[in-house]
């Protein structure tokens, strides 16, 4: 191979690799850049700690995409910079019901499920790391906390309560149920 042929060839590469590495920057930053994230458009839908019900799916009025028609569901939003966030639901024995905690861009950090209910209850108390080292440093060392404590990596965050309706008659159970969420800011 000519030298001319290598040198073209290694221009190639090098202009293929950078492109590429361009490229992923670019779409590993869109998110860092985003204006309106997951936090910002659940805002104008209802206050920071209030419960608020996401409106049925129904063919062509998805307020969010993905949404089951079978599923009904309620967010509340958080933030922590008052302090750590409990968060209480009640689930029924009739049916699945879940809860996902989520950052302020949207990305899950712990989930639960009606399984995890103790008494017919789910909750946990959603912290910042500093908030958790205080907590930890007032624990007695020879009884551990009853708390289940959820480390979320924004000040900023919400919960998504579903609940799943398995017969069309059973949706307003399951809407009570979504609705049993809250979300309360405690003293730390």
């Known amino acids: 191979m000519s030298a001319a042929l290598r040198f073209l060839a290694a221009v190639v590469v090098g202009a293929a690799l950078i492109a590429g590495a361009v490229h992923i920057v670019a779409i590993l930053l869109v998110p860092v850049y985003a204006q309106r994230d997951a936090f910002a458009r659940l805002s104008a839908l209802g206050e920071l ?3 608020v019900p996401l409106p049925r799916a129904a063919p ?3 307020t969010f995409p993905f949404l089951d028609p079978a599923l009904t569901a309620s967010f509340c939003r958080f933030n ?3 302090g750590p966030v409990r968060v209480r639901a009640s689930v029924g024995d009739e049916s699945f019901a879940a809860l996902s905690f989520h950052t302020q ?3 899950v950090f712990y989930a639960l499920t009606d399984k995890a209910a103790s008494h017919g209850a789910i909750e946990a108390l959603v912290v910042s790391p500093e908030q958790l080292r205080v907590l930890e440093s007032r624990d007695p060392d020879d009884e551990p906390s009853r708390d289940l404590r959820l480390v ?3 000040a900023n ?3 998504l309560m579903r609940a799943f309706s398995d017969q ?4 307003r ?3 009570k149920v979504v609705m049993s969420l809250s979300c309360t800011p405690e003293p730390l």
Do not use: H, I, K
């Open 49 to 51: 700690n209030a419960t």
């Open 60 to 62: 062509g009025e998805e």
């Open 80 to 82: 922590l910079a008052g």
């Open 105 to 107: 861009r949207g990305a």
């Open 152 to 154: 979320s990596a924004t």
């Open 157 to 159: 965050g919400f919960v």
């Open 168 to 171: 069309p008659s059973l949706y």
């Open 173 to 175: 159970g399951a809407e």
